[in-house]
């Protein structure tokens, strides 16, 4: 899944092909848009679970999307 994709390496950046090859390998029609549409619905999804976590999965402009730790996003209770 996208998530385990990204939680493998927190803070290294995927591109889009990266995700497309490891979320839907055996696809040849998934493309960017699939995959913009995927990362809007899990961050979705992580932010019902716990508000704010939806910013765990970030968006680095030209480049693709990476996951942050709970951490850096101040989620963390102390």
């Known amino acids: 899944t996208l998530l385990r994709l990204?939680?493998?390496s927190p803070g290294r950046v995927f591109s889009?092909?990266?995700i497309l090859r490891e979320v839907w390998p055996d696809s040849?029609?998934?493309n960017s848009k699939d995959?913009?549409?995927y990362v809007y619905l899990v961050r979705q999804r992580l932010g019902?679970?716990?508000p704010g976590a939806e910013g765990m999965i970030v968006t680095v402009p030209g480049f693709g999307?990476?996951?942050v730790s709970p951490d850096e996003l101040g989620l963390t209770e102390r």
Do not use: N
């Open 35 to 37: 995959v913009k549409q």
């Open 28 to 30: 040849r029609y998934a």
């Open 16 to 18: 889009d092909q990266e």
């Open 6 to 8: 990204l939680a493998s």
């Open 65 to 67: 999307y990476k996951l």
């Open 48 to 50: 019902k679970v716990r």
